[in-house]
């Protein structure tokens, strides 16, 4: 399993080993030990999974406050998603920022979004499942979002307002300078 850090270094992409045989492959898609060796230990309690049927669904830019805050370990099973994370840690020289990267069922890419981020992606083929490892349970009151379009932020998402597929509340959601972020860096990531 090959960990590495993004732009943002506590964004860290995941490369899982796939033993290939006749039959097709094996592989160990998830292993705390190889994220505690490289600094991170992080106790995933719950799996979430979600299937979005059209291409150009764009889920987020969601994240769950203290004292309910989420880590997330993102994978694609079937399909493909642009997968963002935006830095929302007031203090963080990083703050605002974000990192996309491309992961789906062929590339086999993951990506951890620690506590402190907002994350959302679009999916770039029909059919995507997405399934995604997170340290809290889900709570409502808890329950935060930006913008998934905020120009402050400035993702470059591969659908418009007018093509993007959003349910009602992701609608709603005000941009970075519409909230005061529950979250403050703590100088934790080792620089890349
Ligand atoms: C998140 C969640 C939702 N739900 C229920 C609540 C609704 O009845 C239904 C759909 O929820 P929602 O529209 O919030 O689902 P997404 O828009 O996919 O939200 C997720 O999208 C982005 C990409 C994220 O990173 C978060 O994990 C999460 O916010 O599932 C649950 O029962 N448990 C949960 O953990």
């Given at each position: 399993?090959?960990?590495?850090?993004?732009?943002?270094?506590?964004?860290?992409l995941v490369?899982?080993?796939?033993?290939?045989?006749n039959?097709?492959?094996?592989?160990?898609?998830?292993?705390r030990?190889?994220?505690?060796?490289?600094?991170?230990d992080?106790d995933?309690?719950?799996?979430?999974q979600?299937?979005?049927?059209?291409?150009?669904v764009v889920?987020g830019?969601?994240?769950q406050?203290p004292?309910?805050?989420?880590?997330k370990?993102?994978?694609?099973?079937?399909?493909?998603?642009l997968?963002?994370?935006v830095?929302?840690r007031r203090?963080?020289?990083?703050y605002?920022?974000?990192?996309?990267?491309?992961?789906?069922a062929?590339n086999?890419l993951?990506l951890?979004?620690?506590?402190?981020f907002?994350?959302?992606?679009?999916?770039?083929?029909?059919?995507?499942?997405?399934?995604?490892k997170v340290?809290?349970?889900?709570?409502?009151?808890?329950?935060?979002?930006?913008?998934?379009?905020d120009?402050?932020?400035?993702?470059?998402w591969?659908?418009s307002a007018?093509?993007?597929?959003?349910?009602?509340?992701?609608?709603?959601?005000?941009?970075?300078?519409?909230?005061?972020t529950?979250?403050v860096?703590?100088?934790?990531?080792?620089e890349?």
């Amino acid at each position: 399993m090959k960990l590495t850090r993004l732009d943002i270094p506590d964004l860290i992409l995941v490369e899982p080993k796939r033993h290939g045989d006749n039959r097709g492959f094996f592989s160990e898609v998830y292993k705390r030990p190889a994220f505690a060796d490289f600094g991170i230990d992080i106790d995933f309690m719950q799996d979430n999974q979600s299937l979005s049927v059209e291409p150009g669904v764009v889920r987020g830019l969601h994240f769950q406050a203290p004292p309910h805050a989420q880590a997330k370990l993102v994978r694609v099973l079937k399909g493909a998603i642009l997968d963002v994370a935006v830095d929302i840690r007031r203090g963080s020289p990083t703050y605002g920022r974000h990192v996309a990267v491309e992961l789906s069922a062929e590339n086999f890419l993951q990506l951890l979004v620690p506590v402190g981020f907002a994350h959302g992606f679009c999916t770039l083929a029909p059919n995507t499942e997405v399934l995604y490892k997170v340290s809290d349970g889900y709570s409502p009151e808890c329950e935060g979002g930006i913008a998934w379009n905020d120009p402050a932020i400035g993702i470059a998402w591969p659908v418009s307002a007018e093509t993007a597929v959003l349910s009602a509340k992701d609608k709603l959601y005000g941009g970075l300078d519409s909230f005061e972020t529950p979250f403050v860096y703590d100088g934790s990531a080792v620089e890349a």
